[in-house]
């Protein structure tokens, strides 16, 4: 990120949140506040090179001692280092934080989604996992998991929309054909005794390869929206892997979220 382009940054965000460098808030505090809260959560990116003091103080009519001070509590808390003649470097780096929600909502979200969608089975067997599933999973060398791989359709027009690949420890006696018409995974392991205590969930993005693309009606390397899911029982074991690749013209994801008046 350029000098020009953060101090373009900063004035916008100064904007919105209507800073006018008065009233009670000391003015060094205010700009310390504003590239803190721009450092913290990645728009002013690791290794930014950021504006001089006395471009700062230029770009918001203040002195160049009020604009060091922001900038030197800046260094104190570790998030810019200052050396003389090569100026201030941002050395935060932002990593994005998991986001807890009640796992009960989730689990009526997931099986709401599988009661009013359709699902076609593409393969099920009993099956070794590659070794880094084995090892995520805890089992030896040599030791099967449940494999299923099943294709997601609108309930409407039947559209296809979502490519699962799953492995999990149970029997494959779970998921028969029969069952997965009337009922959700997260029902199936319910019925065979396995309680859900915690579920991890990684979005990200991949282009289609040739047979996700094929099911799902898609050219190959058409970006898909990719959700990894890693479901855990009671006792904490992970007993559930799961790789769900959407159609984003078809299928978005979205979470909605309030904050308690203790928060705002």
């Known amino acids: 990120m350029t000098k020009t382009s953060i101090i373009a940054t900063l004035k916008q965000y100064g904007s919105q949140q209507e800073l006018t460098w008065e009233g009670p808030t000391p003015l060094y505090h205010q700009l310390y506040s504003l590239l803190k809260e721009q450092i913290i959560d990645g728009t002013i990116s690791y290794g930014s090179q950021l504006p001089t003091e006395q471009e700062l103080g230029e770009t918001f009519g203040l002195s160049r001692i009020t604009v060091k001070r922001a900038m030197d509590e800046l260094s104190v808390e570790k998030l810019v280092e200052r050396r003389r003649g090569r100026g201030t470097t941002v050395t935060y780096k932002y990593k994005p934080k998991p986001v807890k929600a009640p796992l009960v909502g989730m689990l009526e979200n997931i099986e709401t989604m599988g009661r009013h969608t359709l699902t076609r089975l593409l393969d099920i067997a009993e099956a070794i ?58 029902e199936l392991l319910r019925q065979n005794g396995i309680v859900l205590s915690r579920i991890d969930q990684l979005i990200s993005a991949e282009p289609a390869t040739s047979d996700v693309a094929r ?40 979470m909605s979220m309030e904050l308690n008046e203790e928060n705002h």
């Open 215 to 254: 099911e799902l009606d898609l050219r190959e390397n058409s970006p898909l929206l990719v959700l990894a899911r890693r479901s855990y029982d009671k006792n904490g074991k992970l007993v559930d892997m799961l790789h769900c690749r959407y159609n984003p013209a078809i299928f978005q994801y979205q």
């Open 129 to 186: 996992p590659p070794a880094e599933i084995r090892e995520e999973l805890g089992l030896q060398d040599g030791q099967t998991a449940c494999r299923l791989v099943r294709v997601r359709l609108t309930e409407d027009e039947h559209l296809p929309f979502a490519y699962y690949f799953s492995w999990t420890l149970t029997p494959i006696s779970t998921f028969s054909e029969e069952a997965l018409k009337h009922n959700t995974r997260i």
